[in-house]
């Protein structure tokens, strides 16, 4: 499917009544998701680490929206979030995400990008699953085409740790996980719909993971070139966007239309082989349940 370089979140039409879950919704990416969902008339829940920010945020975007507490990294943080929420949603954006500057673990013991990206994310689906009514986004990256998972060292324990090979591997996770999830709707007959996203490359604060000198000024750097070659995070957002707007199979990945996925328009876009591993994504899924300590909730 070609691109659509001319998409808007005009597409999305009239949401008043729905109720959308957005993580990571104070900067970047998920930000812009909840500023045009909002704008669209749904009632957007910003779930933030940060409720200062997220409630200067709310404020910023106007609307119909509310802040809660949520840190991806800490699992009682994912279920007191699941165990306060009052209402059914429409739509889950499963949307933050970070780059860790050194290999730390979560106060679960786990190696933190994987935690964060995937495991918090995960634990959180799998929470609040019988509550959504009608879509699932994941937000995925085609820095997946450049990991590899050992499931006998999830956590990075043995091997050798760096930034991008972590967050590479995270987002593999990330990719394997909606596989699965797309799979697991379909077998229990599911109304609610999964697609995974990526965003391409965003001038947001991602790179951003430092406040050393060094880092610092390699953060400036990054974002002189990718003001002038990275989509702006509205456009960056277009891919989520457009898995609520079109009338696209479940379980699809749309990405960026350009030649290496860093700035265009929204489409359907192809992955590598290893993130098409069903028994890889089986075997990761069983993996996480185990880790998180939740499980499937659909008979």
């Given at each position: 499917m070609p691109s659509d370089q001319h998409w808007t979140p005009a597409r999305l039409g009239d949401r008043t009544g729905q109720r959308i879950i957005v993580t990571g919704a104070t900067n970047g990416v998920g930000l812009a998701t909840a500023h045009a969902l909002a704008g669209a008339g749904a009632h957007v829940i910003l779930a933030v680490r940060n409720t200062e920010l997220g409630a200067q945020r709310a404020t910023e975007i106007g609307g119909s929206t509310e802040v809660a507490h949520i840190d991806l990294s800490h699992l009682a943080s994912v279920r007191a979030f699941a165990e306060r929420l009052d209402d059914d949603v429409d739509i889950l954006i499963n949307n933050a995400g970070l780059v860790s500057q050194n290999r730390e673990e979560t106060a679960d013991g786990f190696e933190k990008t994987i935690g964060t990206n995937f495991l918090g994310p995960f634990a959180l689906t799998n929470l609040i699953l019988p509550r959504v009514r009608s879509q699932i986004i994941n937000?995925?990256?085609?820095?997946?085409?450049?990991a590899t998972i050992r499931l006998d060292d999830l956590h990075l324990t043995s091997r050798k740790w760096n930034i991008m090979g972590a967050y590479s591997r995270s987002k593999l996770a990330v990719m394997l996980w909606g596989l699965e999830l797309d799979r697991r709707l379909r077998e229990s007959g599911s109304p609610v719909t999964s697609q995974l996203t990526h965003p391409g490359w965003v001038a947001s604060n991602i790179s951003n993971v430092s406040d050393t000198p060094l880092m610092s000024t390699f953060h400036k750097g990054v974002q002189v070139v990718a003001n002038r070659f990275a989509n702006d995070i509205d456009a960056g957002a277009g891919p989520t966007l457009y898995c609520l707007s079109e009338p696209i199979p479940p379980g699809s990945y749309v990405g960026i239309d350009s030649r290496f996925g860093y700035k265009g328009g929204p489409t359907l876009a192809g992955r590598t082989g290893n993130?098409?591993?069903?028994?890889?994504?089986?075997?990761?899924?069983e993996m996480a349940e185990s880790q998180t300590g939740t499980s499937w909730p659909l008979s």
């Open positions: 937000v995925g990256s085609d820095a997946h085409k450049q993130a098409c591993d069903f028994a890889a994504a089986r075997q990761l899924w």
